[in-house]
Nanobody, 122 residues
Framework: QVQLVESGGGWVQPGGSLRLRCTASGFSLDDYTVGWFRQVPGKEREGVSCISSSDNSEYYRDTDGRLAISRDKSKNTVWLQMNDLNPEDTAVYYC????????????????WGQGTQVTVSS
């Protein structure tokens, strides 16, 4: 019954935008740090962004300003807005939750969704 579900992925042209959604069921995300990760074939899963539970502090792997993470505790949901997407952003994107401090290391997260595919191509 405890699960995370991602949605909002799909195909977009270079320069386009997507908004990913991570919704929890079976438990509350109120006290959890929630992170977004991505993985492409042949590469390690890498952290993209995360948001804290206490003060909604935001953390990003890159500083190019293309991403924005947010959360709505009343809806048990975390969002990842992705703008100006590049073909290099193509990957499976996962959300994950941990009852701990913000972190972009995948290994410290306890709960994971199944992922949503993001494809950026002309």
């Amino acid at each position: 019954q405890v699960q995370l579900v991602e949605s909002g992925g799909g195909w977009v042209q270079p320069g386009g935008s997507l908004r990913l959604r991570c919704t929890a069921s079976g438990f509350s995300l109120d006290d959890y740090t929630v992170g977004w990760f991505r993985q492409v074939p042949g590469k390690e899963r890498e952290g993209v962004s995360c948001i804290s539970s206490s003060d909604n502090s935001e953390y990003y792997r890159d500083t190019d300003g293309r991403l924005a993470i947010s959360r709505d505790k009343s809806k048990n949901t975390v969002w990842l807005q992705m703008n100006d997407l590049n073909p290099e952003d193509t990957a499976v994107y996962y959300c994950a939750a941990r009852m701990g401090r913000p972190n972009l290391r995948p290994d410290v997260y306890a709960y994971w969704g199944q992922g949503t595919q993001v494809t950026v191509s002309s």
